[in-house]
């Protein structure tokens, strides 16, 4: 069972409070919910990992970092699940979240002349600040669309999670019941 994998390689909160550099914020990192494997704080994680991987610019884990901690979700999942945005998906999802708003704020038709900026990995800044202007270029449209898309994407993740899961348990205990029957037969 991955849980159990993973279990073993997560930080506990004492690992936390012991360590150098987080040691300072313990406090806040202390809610079992932040570390546990249960399914509704990786159900929370994954959906805040997806909200949060919109969000523009190189923000998406600091904000799953934030958002998780009163949320009382898996911060790890929550921050590895922000990975699905990379620079090969972040236009395309946000050419789908332009087109969503639009449809949801009933914008024109046809194609809209935007800015364009190019990625310049040695300036990484400066190509970061290109894309917000490359955003602010799209308008509200946009903005609508990120929003939407990140609370379409969290809530079918989040329901996807629990179905999942639901699933995998359901599997567990029919499995156990067959080693059962099959040890009950024997005697």
Same mark, same amino acid.
């Given at each position: ?19 150098? #550099? ?14 546990? =494997? ?9 959906? +805040? ?21 009163? +949320? ?23 050419? =789908? ?6 449809? +949801? ?19 990484? #800044? ?7 202007? #490359? ?53």
């Amino acid at each position: 069972m991955p849980r159990k994998y993973f279990r073993r390689h997560l930080p506990t909160a004492a690992s936390i409070s012991e360590h150098r #550099w987080l040691g300072r914020f313990a406090p806040f990192l202390q809610h079992p919910n932040l570390w546990h =494997l249960n399914r509704h704080s990786v159900a929370g994680g994954v959906a +805040l990992g997806l909200f949060a991987g919109l969000v523009p610019g190189p923000l998406q884990m600091l904000t799953a970092l934030l958002l998780s901690i009163p +949320l009382h979700v898996n911060l790890p999942v929550a921050l590895l699940t922000t990975l699905y945005t990379n620079p090969l998906t972040i236009v395309p999802l946000y050419l =789908l979240a332009y087109e969503y708003g639009r449809l +949801l704020i009933g914008g024109q038709s046809g194609v809209v002349e935007v800015t364009t900026f190019e990625m310049d990995w040695l300036h990484l #800044w400066d190509s970061t600040i290109a894309l917000f202007h #490359w955003c602010l270029s799209l308008g509200k449209p946009l903005g609508v669309g990120l929003v939407a898309l990140g609370l379409s994407l969290a809530a079918i993740g989040y329901f996807g999670v629990l179905l999942a899961w639901r699933i995998q348990v359901s599997l567990a205990w029919r499995s156990r019941c067959r080693e059962r029957s099959k040890r009950g037969a024997k005697r």
